[in-house]
């Protein structure tokens, strides 16, 4: 069984920059320095499962190397098998933790551990549509909650018979965006609507746009290029939220971007929720030019942000759901309406690790 000396390699020169990485964090000029702290931290927890892993992988090898020259040159029988023994199941362990390793040194979006935003939104289907996208929001919802995860809505629009017409939130919790940003597309609902009086199965859809929260060090927003408007929050069948203007409304003159947050009573509570999600569609935009980029290289990319893409549909006569970007299709639809999406998203993270692997040349 060969070694993969080009595995090592790699290996080595992650465990370099882990120790110098390790140093700079105890250098009086770097703690005090923020933004370089901050960053260097974050290279730091990424690294470290992979100098760790490494370090198994070594003892690993030597091990083998040892039972090695154990079977070849031991005199007593019983060692010898014991050896033997040994060497069998190191052997079997190496191809898995080499492919664990190859898996961490994939190049990590740097997005991917940060909080989420949300947007779920009709389209065809007027009414239908509206109450399918109040499904998917419950559905995520239930999803959120299974990992700990904190929902916060900051806008909707309800639609006229349940649903919503659109509805945003925020998704705070450790790999929140890594692990939603594969809902991002067209979501397909088939089935017979409530105001079917002839059973016949309509087609509707509703997209799905995920972004990460960017931080302050990601982007920087004048506030020259602000308008920012007051109104009244409305609550369900247009009560009054309360009767102070307390919803606000920014509009990002440069790029036309509107948003809006009417969740807290709290005016400066609005703004500041209302801020993180126009920053967070600014730097979205910058984003989508980098993955245009990669998707224009990588002919089957699983997560491309393209919004516009249909990439599911929930079939609910036959209780189906098929993801059209890996090919997978479930009748388990019940099930996965109350949140038991994990799965589907981890096969889809495996598959995209699967084309990165094949870039990669390891």
């Avoid at 370089?36 to 931290?41: C, G, I, Q």
């Avoid at 309800?158 to 890594?178: P, R």
């Avoid at 920012?228 to 919803?247: E, H, L, M, R, W």
């Avoid at 509570?269 to 990588?298: D, F, G, H, S, V």
Wanted: charged share 35%.
């Amino acid at each position: 069984m060969e070694t993969n000396n080009l595995l090592l390699t790699k290996l080595a020169d992650v465990e370099k920059k882990f120790a110098e990485i390790e140093k700079s964090l105890t250098d009086p000029e770097v703690i005090s320095d923020n933004k370089k702290f901050v960053k260097l931290n974050k290279e730091y927890k990424t690294l470290k499962p992979i100098v760790d892993t490494y370090k198994k992988y070594r003892d690993i090898l030597s091990n083998i190397e040892t039972n090695r020259e154990m079977v070849a040159n031991e005199k007593d029988p019983e060692m010898k098998e014991l050896a033997k023994e040994e060497l069998e199941e190191l052997e079997k362990q190496l191809p898995q933790i080499e492919e664990k390793i190859k898996i961490l040194l994939l190049p990590k979006d740097p997005e991917d551990d940060k909080n989420a935003i949300i947007e779920i939104r009709a389209g065809t289907g007027g009414d239908e549509a509206s109450l399918f996208a109040g499904e998917l929001f419950r559905m995520y919802q239930k999803f959120c909650e299974t990992k700990g995860w904190k929902v916060e809505v900051t806008h909707f629009t309800e639609g006229t018979v349940g649903g919503y017409k659109e509805i945003v939130a925020e998704i705070k919790g450790d790999g929140a965006y890594g692990t939603l940003k594969y809902e991002a597309g067209v979501h397909r609902v088939q089935r017979v609507p409530q105001t079917e009086t002839q059973g016949r199965i309509h087609t509707s859809a509703v997209s799905v746009a995920v972004f990460p929260e960017a931080d302050d060090i990601d982007i920087e927003v004048k506030p020259d290029e602000i308008r920012k408007d007051i109104f009244c929050s409305s609550g369900p069948g247009g009560q009054s939220v309360n009767t102070t203007y307390s919803a606000v409304r920014l509009t990002h003159i440069p790029t036309g971007i509107v948003v809006s947050c009417q969740d807290e009573r709290s005016q400066t509570r609005n703004l500041e929720k209302a801020m993180r999600e126009l920053k967070a569609r600014l730097y979205q935009i910058e984003l989508e030019k980098k993955m245009a980029e990669i998707t224009a290289k990588r002919k089957t990319m699983v997560s491309t942000g393209d919004r516009s893409a249909k990439i599911r549909t929930y079939n609910f006569p036959q209780g189906r759901i098929t993801d059209h970007r890996i090919n997978y299709t479930s009748y388990n639809l019940q099930d996965f309406m109350e949140g038991n999406i994990g799965e589907l998203i981890e096969k889809l993270q495996m598959a995209e690790n699967a084309e990165k692997l094949k870039e990669s040349g390891l």
